[in-house]
């Protein structure tokens, strides 16, 4: 399960790197969490990439009053082409979410432990594949949001947990993002987990538990712990 992580790549970078031709524009975040607004890569009308705002935490269309459903952060790749709340998002509405880094923890509560997955390349931003729905309301009220693709964890996130946000590389975009001639059967078959050598992890200090807080000091990493294992030497 993927609840948390952070976009802090320059607005340009991230249009480049996903090579969207309009959207809206974001600050950087470094604590990004669930029903917060959040940037989505997806195709508009004409077919071409677009950067939107969407809420992370999916609601099916078909769904009466929000309020009484649950948030749905996050699918399985497993059963997303069989669970009614995702079926139909897998083969109209397929997006990319930009991040730079996310977050899971690892001890018991009121001791968790932070790690952050990031490039290990260090080129920072990269795109999780991702659903989005749209919801009307019969007040006539509307809202996008999203949930995010997850799959078993490979070697390397293992060793922290046992599910991953599925990283795209750039040359899947295209396939993952047209729903017009790649059929959702297909689709699934390209959410596999990242290459072993893809992330790199790194331990955070305490403050990111905290999902109220916000700034760059949040990704500070903690000082070695003596016994400790260097996640970063798995790679």
Same mark, same amino acid.
Request: hydrophobic content about 40%; glycine content about 6%.
């Given at each position: 399960?993927?609840?948390?992580?952070?976009?802090?790549?320059?607005?340009?970078?991230?249009?480049?790197?996903?090579?969207?031709?309009?959207?809206?524009?974001?600050?950087?975040?470094?604590?990004?969490?669930?029903?917060?607004?959040?940037?989505?890569?997806?195709?508009?009308?004409?077919?071409?990439?677009?950067?939107?705002?969407?809420?992370?935490?999916?609601?099916?269309?078909?769904?009466?009053?929000?309020?009484?459903?649950?948030?749905?952060?996050? =699918?399985?790749?497993? @059963? /997303?082409?069989?669970?009614?709340?995702?079926? %139909?998002?897998? !083969?109209?509405?397929?997006? +990319?979410?930009?991040?730079?880094?996310?977050?899971?923890?690892?001890?018991?509560?009121?001791?968790?432990?932070?790690?952050?997955?990031?490039?290990?390349?260090?080129?920072?931003?990269?795109?999780?594949?991702?659903?989005?729905?749209?919801?009307?309301?019969?007040?006539?009220?509307?809202?996008?949001?999203? =949930?995010?693709?997850? @799959? /078993?964890?490979?070697?390397?996130?293992?060793? %922290?947990?046992? !599910?991953?946000?599925?990283? +795209?590389?750039?040359?899947?975009?295209?396939?993952?993002?047209?729903?017009?001639?790649?059929?959702?059967?297909?689709?699934?078959?390209?959410?596999?987990?990242?290459?072993?050598?893809?992330?790199?992890?790194?331990?955070?200090?305490?403050?990111?538990?905290?999902?109220?807080?916000?700034?760059?000091?949040?990704?500070?990493?903690?000082?070695?712990?003596?016994?400790?294992?260097?996640?970063?030497?798995?790679?």
């Amino acid at each position: 399960m993927c609840s948390r992580y952070s976009l802090t790549s320059p607005h340009e970078a991230v249009r480049a790197y996903f090579k969207t031709v309009r959207g809206h524009e974001y600050p950087p975040r470094y604590n990004i969490a669930p029903t917060q607004p959040v940037a989505i890569v997806r195709a508009g009308a004409d077919n071409k990439r677009e950067l939107a705002l969407v809420r992370w935490g999916l609601i099916p269309g078909w769904v009466k009053d929000p309020g009484e459903f649950g948030t749905l952060l996050n =699918a399985r790749t497993e @059963t /997303a082409l069989e669970k009614a709340s995702f079926k %139909v998002a897998m !083969r109209h509405r397929r997006c +990319l979410v930009p991040a730079d880094a996310y977050y899971e923890w690892t001890g018991k509560p009121g001791a968790k432990v932070p790690h952050m997955f990031s490039r290990a390349d260090k080129s920072r931003v990269f795109g999780i594949a991702a659903l989005w729905e749209h919801w009307m309301g019969a007040d006539g009220s509307e809202i996008d949001t999203m =949930a995010m693709l997850t @799959t /078993a964890a490979n070697r390397t996130v293992s060793t %922290v947990h046992d !599910r991953m946000p599925v990283i +795209l590389p750039e040359t899947l975009f295209d396939a993952w993002l047209d729903v017009r001639n790649v059929r959702d059967r297909e689709a699934v078959g390209l959410l596999v987990p990242a290459a072993e050598d893809f992330l790199r992890i790194d331990e955070l200090l305490p403050s990111i538990n905290d999902s109220r807080k916000e700034g760059a000091y949040l990704q500070t990493l903690a000082p070695p712990r003596t016994g400790a294992r260097d996640f970063g030497t798995l790679l």
